[in-house]
C-alpha cells in the first residue's frame, strides 16, 4: 500500500512538473481587415470631355461644373493645392500664399481648426464640426488666443506658443495650407497644377481624376477607375 501510494505522489510530481514547464503561447489575433482599392482601368481623354468638363474649356467654365457637383455631393472629395506641414516654423513664410490654414492631429477630429485667411489677416475661425468661434481657443485670454482680425505676423507669434504649451500640442500634429482653385485661376505660380477630385460612380467604385492645365484651359483628364474591396 506504502509503495502504491509513493508511485502515485511521484506520478503526480512528474505531471505538476510538465505541466510547470509547458508554454502555453498567447493567441495572436489576425490582423485587422484591409480595406483597399483595386485599379480595374485608366484613361487619357485628350478629345471630348469627362462628364460635362471639355477637353479645351477654360478653367472658369471647368471650375463651375466642379462647383456644381460639390453642391450636388457627386464629388466626394475635391482637392484644393495644399501643403502639409509638421513644424510651425515652415508655416512663416508661407501663410500669406494660402486661404486656409487647419490644424488637427493625426487624424481628423470634430475639434479640429479651421483658421480663413484674407487680406492678410484672419477672416474666419471654425471647427471641423462646423461649429464658428470668434477665438481659438476659446478658454485664453485674447492676448493668447488666435482672433478673428489678427495680423498674419501676430497669428505665426500665437501658433508658435501655442503649439509649445501640452494642452494645445496635439493640435499641431498636422498643419495644412489650403488655397481655393478659384483662386489658383489668376495666380500664375498655381494654375499650371492639375486639379484633383474623386468622383462616386457607385457604391463600390469610384473615378479618381486629374485635370491637367496649360494657358488657362482644359488640356487633357486621366481618369483611374477604382473599385473598392
Given at each position: 500500500?506504502?509503495k ?21 503561447d ?12 483595386k ?7 485628350a ?7 471639355a ?12 462647383e456644381?457637383?460639390?453642391?450636388q ?6 482637392g ?5 506641414f509638421?513644424?510651425v516654423?515652415?508655416?512663416k ?47 485664453i ?26 494642452a494645445?500640442?496635439p ?9 481655393r482653385y ?7 505660380k ?6 484633383r ?26 481618369v ?5 474591396r
Amino acid at each position: 500500500m506504502r509503495k502504491t501510494l509513493t508511485s502515485l505522489c511521484l506520478l503526480c510530481l512528474l505531471v505538476l512538473a510538465a505541466c510547470t514547464h509547458t508554454n502555453i503561447d498567447p493567441v495572436t489575433p489576425g490582423p485587422d481587415p484591409i480595406y483597399s482599392a483595386k485599379l480595374v482601368g485608366r484613361d487619357s481623354i485628350a478629345n471630348g470631355a469627362y462628364r460635362g468638363i471639355a477637353i479645351g474649356s477654360s478653367t472658369t467654365e471647368a471650375f463651375s461644373v466642379l462647383e456644381q457637383y460639390r453642391d450636388q455631393k457627386l464629388v466626394s472629395y475635391l482637392g484644393a493645392i495644399n501643403t502639409y506641414f509638421s513644424n510651425v516654423t515652415d508655416l512663416k513664410d508661407r501663410l500669406a500664399e494660402f486661404d486656409w490654414l487647419v490644424l488637427d492631429e493625426s487624424f481628423d477630429t470634430e475639434s479640429g481648426i479651421q483658421i480663413q485667411l484674407e487680406a492678410g489677416q484672419v477672416k474666419a475661425i471654425t471647427l471641423n464640426n462646423r461649429r464658428q468661434l470668434t477665438q481659438w481657443p476659446e478658454s485664453i485670454s485674447s492676448s493668447q488666443a488666435i482672433q478673428v482680425g489678427d495680423k498674419l505676423s501676430l497669428l505665426y507669434t500665437k501658433l508658435e506658443s501655442l503649439s509649445q504649451q501640452a494642452a494645445y500640442a496635439p493640435k499641431f500634429e498636422r498643419m495644412v495650407l489650403l488655397s481655393r482653385y478659384s483662386y489658383a485661376l489668376y495666380d500664375p505660380k498655381k494654375a499650371g497644377a492639375p486639379w484633383r477630385f474623386i468622383y462616386r460612380n457607385q457604391a463600390q467604385s469610384f473615378d479618381g481624376v486629374e485635370i491637367h492645365l496649360q494657358d488657362k484651359k482644359v488640356q487633357y483628364i486621366i481618369v483611374n477607375r477604382f473599385e473598392e474591396r
